[in-house]
């Protein structure tokens, strides 16, 4: 019967919006979706009486009531909108990335860009950036070892200086964040060192989580600051899909957990969660193991914090989890600019 239903549907346009049809959809969920609201109209029609037309007017009034609590549950502030959008991603390999429609990205528009874990040098980057050249500032720092860590920037005005590294011998060979100074706020787009597979190189991470959290109040200080990137850390148990079976696994521990509730403490807010408190399944990387991602077994590792004198300016954070390229998938920070 479904076959027939399918041969109705191409013969009969009537029924058949096309354009529905995209790479989000799935074709056996629109024929389903279809061959009901044929059956429906299909099926004879009564007309309602007075105690039908008010029992359908009580499911319509509790629809929109239900829709619109699903709307502030979610946090957003509709009513003013975003002139200023910032994407952060962890692409895993700039050059593997490029290769997987990775540029495609910036069909975005964003008023900047940044990039983590690049593992290139800024002599053997891909040349397919240099169409990007008229419209964006670049800034690449790059690891002294080729083929590890490194962060980008791209951004569409130019920043009053650029700093690269936070003055620390031990981490700042690893290519791990980049700072821009706008007129009234600073940018820091940082790849946080993991702490290692059992945890050996927790302390190293412990290092930087102090000297990152010192460097970030002192520029505070002077102006409002937006920290993004890739942070290798789940902070709370609603930011991972496995809690229990990770609390001595690197991007899970007591230690880094405390380390961003601490920075947070100093006045920094996590803006998603400032949004989206409850919100459940979350996440900004899976591994490639398991078919870990098309399960959603993920955690989420990429964030944007801001200032909290930002919260005002703050619109939305968006998890981008159908963007593939990456082990990890973008976010954006929607906000008034300050």
Same mark, same amino acid.
């Given at each position: 019967m479904m076959k027939h239903f399918i041969s109705i549907l191409v013969a009969n346009r009537r029924l058949v919006n096309f354009s529905q049809i995209t790479y989000k959809t799935n074709l056996l969920d629109f024929v389903a979706h279809n061959f009901n609201k044929e059956l429906e109209? @299909?099926?004879?029609?009564r007309k309602l009486n007075k105690s039908d037309s008010k029992s359908a007017a009580k499911e319509t009034s509790k629809k929109a009531k239900s829709s619109q609590e699903e709307k502030d549950s979610q946090g957003?502030? $509709?009513s003013k909108e975003s002139n200023f959008k910032i994407i952060s991603w962890n692409v895993s390999g700039v050059r593997a990335w490029v290769k997987k429609d990775g540029l495609s990205i910036f069909n975005e528009d964003p008023d900047i860009l940044c990039l983590q874990e690049i593992k290139c040098s800024e002599k053997k980057f891909p040349e397919e950036f240099n169409k990007y050249k008229t419209k964006y500032f670049s800034y690449i720092y790059s690891a002294q070892k080729e083929? !590890?860590?490194g962060v980008a920037l791209f951004t569409k005005k130019k920043p009053l200086s650029v700093k690269k590294g936070i003055d620390s011998p031990t981490h700042d060979d690893e290519g791990r964040i980049i700072t821009a100074e706008y007129e009234k706020f600073y940018l820091v787009a940082a790849y946080v060192p993991n702490a290692g597979r059992g945890l050996v190189t927790l302390d190293k991470r412990m290092d930087w989580d102090s000297l990152l959290q010192d460097y970030l109040k002192k520029l505070d200080e002077k102006k409002p600051v937006i920290y993004c990137g890739d942070l290798n850390v789940s902070h709370q148990e609603i930011d991972l899909a496995n809690p229990k079976s990770n609390t001595r696994n690197a991007g899970f521990t007591k230690e880094e957990r405390e380390g961003f509730t601490n920075?947070?403490? $100093?006045g920094f807010v996590d803006?998603?969660? $400032?949004? !989206?408190?409850e919100k459940k399944g979350q996440y900004t990387f899976w591994s490639y193991m398991g078919n870990a991602r098309a399960k959603n077994v993920g955690w989420r590792l990429d964030y944007f914090v801001l200032s909290e004198r930002l919260r005002p300016n703050l619109r939305d954070n968006i998890i981008?989890?159908?963007? @593939?390229g990456?082990?990890?998938?973008p976010i954006s920070l929607l906000i008034e600019e300050p």
């Open positions: 109209f @299909m099926a004879p029609k957003k502030t $509709e083929g !590890y860590s920075l947070l403490n $100093e803006s998603f969660r $400032e949004l !989206y408190p981008h989890n159908s963007v @593939m990456s082990d990890h998938c």
